[in-house]
């Protein structure tokens, strides 16, 4: 059974950090390309940043130059660093495989960017 555990989140001022956790049991972590994806108030989920098994990453470029995806093996978890935040970054972040599954979605971790 596939469990993806979010953490995190909270609110921050703009120009402000966050460091998320996602943390994944089962065989999901090991094999796939792992991924975090975000939901704005009244918009569709979107993918943000992924991280390969080799560690190669990618980026939306909305978060390009800010954000940085990586994994830890060990822990089984993958991270989202997000810096310099600004007030349309708030959302519901989630972390998910590469492409998604839809059987896999968390609770996700709420992300707020206000002054």
């Known amino acids: 059974q596939v469990e993806l555990v979010e953490s995190g989140g909270g609110l921050v001022q703009p120009g402000g950090s966050l460091k998320l956790s996602c943390a994944a049991s089962?065989?999901?972590?090991?094999?796939?390309?792992m991924g975090w994806y975000r939901q704005p108030p009244g918009k569709v989920r979107e993918f943000i940043a992924g991280?390969?098994?080799?560690?190669?990453?990618d980026y939306a470029d909305s978060v390009k130059g800010r954000f940085s995806v990586s994994r830890d093996f060990a822990k089984n978890t993958v991270y989202l660093q997000m810096t310099n935040l600004r007030p349309e970054d708030t959302a519901i972040y989630y972390c998910?495989?590469?492409?998604?599954?839809?059987?896999?979605w968390g609770q996700g971790t709420q992300v707020t960017v206000s002054s």
């Open positions: 991280v390969t098994n080799f560690g190669s990453t």
């Open positions: 089962g065989t999901i972590f090991t094999v796939n390309t």
């Open positions: 998910n495989m590469v492409p998604y599954n839809n059987g896999y």
